[in-house]
């Protein structure tokens, strides 16, 4: 697998296998956490390339004090062949050479599979409590203005 930073055209290639991998959900618009990355460190925006696809895609972030790490995916058919290793070894480098002393992510308590891969990797569970606010909602415009929940 070729790693490289995401290109614009790689963009409808990345939401399917996105979908594929159950990580979009109806109040993130992932068009528009796509525009939002390659605004803020689009270098952090990785993809894998095999046989002519994308068969991989992480978005990692660093604002300075912590990174992040968001949409890891490895498509169902290429798993348990490192992939998902080799595109987190690219992020974790780039943002260790950024000078990022640690990494964040989150993970739904359901995603037991994901747990297990990141505690693989040696990651661990933070004494935190994760909150989020929201401050834009990508849900409310796509219902269109004056549907309920606005």
């Known amino acids: 697998m070729e790693i490289r930073e995401f290109q614009i055209e790689d963009e409808q290639a990345v939401i399917d296998l996105w979908t594929r991998c159950g990580l979009i959900r109806p109040w993130n618009d992932p068009h528009k956490d796509i525009q939002r990355k390659l605004h803020v460190r689009p270098d952090l925006f990785l993809v894998g390339v095999s046989g002519g696809r994308i068969v991989a895609a992480v978005m990692a972030g660093y ?34 050479d950024a000078g990022c002393p640690k990494i964040n992510l ?9 747990v297990a891969f990141y505690e693989a990797l040696g990651y661990a569970a933070d004494d935190v409590v994760s909150m989020g606010k929201r401050l834009e909602s990508d849900e409310a415009e796509a219902r269109g203005p004056g549907s309920a929940g606005d």
Do not use: T
């Open 63 to 96: 604002e300075g004090h912590r990174g992040w790490i968001n949409y890891l995916a490895v498509a169902p058919d290429e798993r348990r062949r490192g992939l998902a290793r080799a595109i987190m070894a690219e992020a974790e480098r780039r943002l260790r």
């Open 106 to 114: 989150q993970i739904r308590r359901s995603n037991l599979e994901a």
